[in-house]
């Protein structure tokens, strides 16, 4: 039987991470792939990539620190040098200056927002989906836009043509695209799920139904934030953004459905609970349409308001640890001293 074209992690890679030998936890590790992952759409998304080089990408990034530690490779480094790369594997060429400003522009917004006192919410008030995006919200438009007090204080300036931050940051991403490639083998194949998706639903007669064909495709880009592309081949996530959309919409499913498409419940099940976990602990909105009440995601549970302080909590965490590997380094010092 010929080895499938997308590598995917192996148990020893899952079980023993290079960052967990390095002392970082599996939670930890877990946050910064969704930051990376989210720095990765949102420059994306401002600079006009289709949606195909951004998911790449964020595989490439992924499946890198299955071979690589946190403790030697910032996520903002590995993260713009892996959106770089896959502008050139999915031949979408962009300007290295805009790719580099974008980032400054995205990280001075972090860094504005880290700046604000612990006890200031950093949820915006004029829209909720958008409440955890670092760019331009895409459910916020106009005057609305304009008028969100979370950027009211905000500014940021273009560097000029030969600013010294931009050779700074050519140099880092050049060293790390090199970095990338030679970790992975030069081994860049990554075979997206949403063809697959689209065929199944059209097989389950589904295609045409209302909200599916997007929730499924919502899904599957909400699914880049966790592992589970460098975890499962293609056609288990797209049989998983299948049934987690039936299963929002409350669209029944004929029995043992999965099995026409050479996949378990049990691997679908875990893609599901791997995306419905990163909606509950980062506060994210599901797809338009999903009918959520009483699975308490989202943050809209019971405690609303101790839930959302703690995203909050967990939001800072993750990207001032994301900044550099530096940060990572003293963060796991601090913690050991704790422990003695």
Known sequence: MAHAPHPLATL????????????????????????????????????????????????????????????????????????????????????LRDLINTYLFLSARVQYLLNKPSDASLIS??????????????????????????????????PSFHDEVFWEWKDVITANEMQILKRLGFNMQVDLPYSHMINYLKILD?????????????????????????????????????????????????????????????????????????????????PRGALTSGLGIGGHGQNQEHGVGAKENRWRRAWVLAQSRKAVRRWLEEREKGQI
């Not at 390095?22 to 989210?38: H, I, N, P, T, Y």
């Not at 499962?232 to 039936?246: F, K, R, V, Y």
Request: net charge negative; with cysteine.
């Open 206 to 286: 589904l295609v045409f139904e209302d909200e599916v064909a997007q929730m499924c495709w919502s899904i599957l880009n909400d699914m880049l934030l966790t592992p589970m592309y460098a975890l499962h081949p293609p056609h288990t996530l797209a049989c998983a953004s299948i049934l987690l959309t039936t299963r929002l919409l409350r669209i029944p499913l004929p029995e043992g459905w999965y099995i026409l498409f050479d996949a378990t419940y049990d691997d679908i099940w875990l893609c599901c609970g791997h995306v419905m976990r990163v909606y509950n602990d980062w506060g994210i909105e599901p």
């Open 12 to 95: 020893q890679q899952i079980l023993n991470t290079p960052s967990s030998e390095d002392g970082v936890s599996a939670e930890v590790e877990a946050d910064l792939r969704v930051a990376g992952c989210m720095l990765i759409q949102e420059a994306g998304i401002m600079l006009g990539l289709p949606q195909s080089t951004m998911a790449t990408a964020q595989v490439i990034f992924h499946r890198f620190y299955y071979v690589s530690s946190l403790y030697s490779f910032g996520v903002n480094d590995i993260s713009i040098s892996a959106l770089f790369l896959s502008t050139k594997l999915c031949e979408t060429p962009v300007r």
């Open 125 to 158: 008030s004029s829209t909720s989906g958008g409440s955890w995006r670092i760019g331009d919200s895409q459910s916020v438009k106009g005057k609305e836009k304009e008028q969100d007090p979370i950027w009211k204080e905000f500014k940021f300036e273009v």
